[in-house]
């Protein structure tokens, strides 16, 4: 059984992923680099359903059973998951003061193309439209529950970007904690508006609206930008403009229309930089807490371009060398011919 | 002008360093491999002094001249500083509510030996007492200048750990803001102190040496440790057993004593994981409090044999796959034959 655990200085849980556990020596000498896959050993790959765990939600073609070939996205429990499907949730303090929890939870991936070699920023867009989809049954299923606190919606494309299988696919977290820094966020929401009367999020697209430099899209119900304060290069935000706390209530015409810009967003990057690694993150306010008038859901993606020194490790402050306004800049105007 | 700004959902402080900028062309494309660097070319090995920022401190044999061969241990200023030594501080806040500040500062290179291929791990031991003396040395002079908020001091081992120059060095960076990650643990310090009228990190040496099985070493007045909710495998954190709040106001002795403490903890990471890279930093009180019953300043030692991924990055929460306790162990132990 995983172990969430806190650190007594920091207030930070860290999941002990016991069920991925190395042995120490398993560490020494420099990590191997991981070949890129091939589709014939890959457990993503259509014909090896009976080989993954059974899937929990599929958008198929009419008329194919669950765990057969035939599905367009397949959301399965995560055959080495960081946190156990099972199991009692139970609070434990040391008797010198250490607290500790059962790692209990779901991780899920969610295998976003039969095809091994598709991306999102390539894909017809009827078919991002189907990841978004199964993004938002997924996430709403979770949050109903009832056991989880909070859920984190992400995405690794990349081997910089901590991938472990070239096939595409997102990952979906369930966790009966809340991280500090998704406490820390919901916090600085909350006084805010105990201050000025208006979510922040809200007033921070309206922010990056009045000074134009950074907004690299924007549609009828969502905005992209570079932030002021990017921590990477290439940083990117997008929000639902219409003020929403929960990504679990989103509509499906909205999650279309998300999954458009996120296309669109996504063959931006693709183009300036080449097919860069990237991750992203959907935010979410706690799934016990509803029609938050404080908080915002949000999409943040960070591309993988750089990596962190002793600087950024031991400060947990970023030095970015590109400014957020050319950025933004280069990403909507495009490389230069 | 580098700048410092504030992120306004997240309230953390970003430095878009301008001095380093890059053209948001330059990260098309796969980063490039850093060749390590060969000493003919270094701009740190002896006899190249008059090409770099003129010395601040150097421990050197008696009779040399400044700048000139016969230094062991050489600050130097950084010639690709992420901040600015000179110019005014002033905050401004853009008509749209983004907060950004001048971005002065001190960032320093100490570079630790006159060897291209030293490692504190083998260095004699009267040397690796030199490099700290010159870390309390540096370390006090920029605590007293008055114009800092915060200083961090920090030391980049290999290429996953960020480092761009091979010759064995540590930075110092002296900063008019404080990174919210430091607030954060001064805030948390302070509400154990105020609840149980303790300091929380005297009372986490004692629980862990209560528990016992992650400490790595003790010495009469040092305590080394794996963390018990550790973010990362084989993360160490070093303490002065004796409380004190600001690392600049260490003795001439104990930073002998700590010399050598650091230097035993890095050879156990060294044998075991073969000479892995890491990163390590000191953490100390706020440059303007001094004397603080509740903070108490520590260094953490991050070996970098993993990366992070969307979870991480997301989440901001750590997914460890080494049992602290089985690190500490291999670490005390070191490798079976």
């Known amino acids: 059984m995983p172990e969430f655990r806190n650190n ?29 896959d ?79 070699e598709a991306i999102i920023a390539t894909l017809p867009l009827a078919h991002v439209e189907d990841i978004y989809q199964a993004y938002r049954t997924r996430f709403s299923q979770l949050a109903a529950d009832g056991r989880f606190e909070s859920i984190i919606l992400f995405k690794n494309h990349g081997q910089n970007a901590g991938t472990s299988l070239h096939h595409p696919h997102s990952q979906i977290v369930a966790m009966p904690v809340t991280p500090r820094a998704a406490r820390d966020r919901v916090e600085i929401a909350r006084s805010h508006f105990d201050e000025k009367g208006s979510c922040l999020y809200c007033d921070l697209i309206a922010a990056e609206k009045q000074e134009e430099a950074r907004v690299i899209l ?32 989103i ?19 693709h183009r300036v930089l080449h097919n860069p690694d990237f991750n992203y993150a959907i935010y979410s306010a706690p799934c016990r807490e509803h029609d938050l008038e404080y908080f915002h859901w949000n999409l943040k993606i960070f591309p ?13 402050m970023m030095i970015n060398t590109v400014i957020p306004e050319a950025a933004a800049k280069y990403l909507r105007e495009g490389e230069k011919k």
């Open 8 to 36: 007594i200085a920091t207030k930070e849980w860290v999941i002990i992923a016991t069920e991925r556990a190395k042995r120490p020596e398993d560490f020494a000498g420099r990590p191997a680099n991981l070949a890129a």
């Open 38 to 116: 091939s589709a014939a050993k890959c457990p993503f790959c259509p014909g090896k359903e009976a080989k993954t765990p059974k899937e929990v939600f599929a958008i198929r073609e009419p008329g194919t059973a669950p765990d057969t070939s035939g599905w367009r996205v397949r959301v399965i429990p995560n055959a080495f998951p960081a946190l156990s499907p099972t199991g009692e949730l139970k609070r434990e303090k040391s008797p010198a003061g250490f607290l500790k929890m059962n790692g209990v939870g779901i991780h899920d991936v969610i295998i976003e193309s039969p095809d091994h």
């Open 218 to 249: 924007e549609t009828d119900n969502f905005s992209a930008f570079t932030p002021f304060a990017s921590r990477v290069p290439f940083e990117i935000w997008v929000l639902p403009k219409k003020h929403s706390s929960n990504f679990e209530t």
């Open 251 to 269: 509509s499906v015409e909205l999650s279309r229309e998300l999954a458009g810009v996120m296309q669109s967003v996504l063959q931006k990057l």
């Open 304 to 316: 993988r371009v750089t990596s962190q020194a002793g600087f950024e490790v031991g400060s947990g």
